[in-house]
């Protein structure tokens, strides 16, 4: 009896054996697959060996031989084979369930960009052998400023911009101290265009400014470089999602001139009488009969406002990309009657026609108007004497008591040096 049950046991041994010897191959088929394929690279699809082939969130893959194949073992047909080469766009494919893969790999522009050295830049620094500082535009838009260029003041070292003092005038620009062929200014650079003048900019408008402060600009802009070079790049489109903005700027602005030391009337008639008895001649005003105390300083300059306003549109898709602004600018000059008014508008549109082909357009428009200074007002504002009224009794301008002065007010209202401008 024990020896049949001995025999029973055996047998159900080695029966469940076999059958487990004849089920694995179908296990280790089922969970194992070989992929196999040829990568090439787009626009000649040429093969490239050194692909590397990994199945993705594993460390499990291979490289692509001297004629682009390859072979890699998967463990699940819905796995996921990632491609990477240098220069190219890494692509993620799943296999789903395929035993052959081919795959064509596209340049990767933006990555061939950031090391290839070119003499007008986007928004990086453009001239790696010499001496670059880079502004963002953030950085340019806290300063209310209407000439970008005056958004460097104190940004930058090694440059130095005295603002003219006048609204909408481009201020003087020194890089590397005095320059030559009698002409101090930078080169400025936007968007590839090469101008003198960078006034008629929008400031919310610039993605970043670059400066080019070695000598080494000469070798890509010529002599026109030597004084040193502004690149100038501005905004596109970079949301996926359309995205509107508008920007507002107020502010106010006044001139400090006490530090002048202006005498007042009493001084000055106490001055003026000192004087003339000194010299022999008789004293020329009573003390007791002098009224009028005229600040002629109070009366040339003002309390300023200055506005900057902005909407701008912007979106970028597979199909194109899109940058669309307009802005209005306006600054009151702290000397009465001067101003500066300017609009801009500014499309920076690109297509992409095909995978290879992009056809794009940056255009802007600029209309500006201006009252400039009369500059006699403020040398006439520091010689007038205070003693003399603004105006007399019966509307006419104070008359000034000395040759080579004049009224300063009567100087601002008579004169006129209104311009109007565009750039397209």
């Known amino acids: ?139 340019i838009t806290k300063i209310g400023a209407g000439i970008p260029s005056e958004a460097l003041q104190g940004k930058v070292a090694g440059v130095n911009v005295t603002p003219s003092g006048v609204p909408g005038q481009q201020p003087n620009i020194n890089i590397r101290g005095v320059g030559t062929l009698g002409n101090s200014n930078p080169l400025f650079v936007v968007d590839g265009v090469l101008l003198n003048d960078i006034s008629f900019l929008n400031n919310n408008d610039i993605a970043s400014m670059e400066v080019l402060k070695d000598a080494s600009a000469t070798a890509i802009y010529g002599s026109r470089g030597a004084n040193g070079v502004i690149i100038i790049t501005t905004k596109s489109g970079s949301s996926e999602d359309p995205q509107f903005s508008f920007n507002m700027y107020e502010g106010l602005q006044k001139v400090n001139y006490n530090g002048f030391g202006m005498v007042n009337t009493d001084q000055y008639v106490t001055l003026v009488n000192e004087s003339l008895v000194n010299s022999g001649a008789a004293s020329r005003f009573n003390p007791d009969s002098v009224s009028t105390s005229t600040n002629w300083f109070d009366e040339v300059y003002r309390l300023a406002s200055i506005r900057d306003y902005q909407l701008s549109f912007n979106q970028k898709t597979d199909k194109a990309s899109y940058f669309v602004s307009a802005g209005y600018f306006g600054q009151q000059g702290v000397l009465k009657k001067t101003s500066f008014d300017r609009f801009t508008l500014r499309l920076n549109n690109s297509y992409n026609l095909t995978d290879y082909i992009t056809i794009g357009h940056n255009i802007s428009g600029s209309w500006n108007s201006s009252q400039n200074p009369n500059n006699g007002a403020l040398q006439f504002a520091y010689r007038m004497s205070p003693v003399v009224p603004v105006r007399l009794p019966d509307g006419s301008y104070g008359p000034s008591l000395s040759t080579g002065t004049g009224n300063p007010i009567a100087a601002i209202d008579y004169f006129n040096n209104d311009t109007d401008g565009k750039e397209l």
Do not use: H
């Open 1 to 139: 009896m024990n020896s049949n049950n001995s025999t029973q046991q055996k047998f159900r041994l080695w029966w469940a054996v076999f059958a487990v010897g004849l089920t694995c191959p179908q296990m280790i088929f089922a969970q194992s697959q070989t992929v196999t394929g040829t990568v090439t690279v787009a626009p000649d699809q040429s093969t490239v060996p050194g692909v590397n082939v990994v199945v993705k969130g594993t460390t499990q893959g291979t490289v692509t031989d001297i004629d682009g194949k390859y072979s890699v073992s998967i463990t699940n047909p819905d796995d996921t084979l990632t491609f990477t080469y240098v220069g190219y766009v890494t692509q993620n494919i799943p296999v789903n369930g395929q035993s052959t893969l081919d795959v064509t790999l596209a340049e990767d522009v933006a990555q061939l960009q950031e090391v290839v050295v070119v003499g007008y830049g986007t928004q990086k620094k453009s001239d790696l052998t010499g001496a670059v500082s880079s502004v963002k535009a953030e950085d």
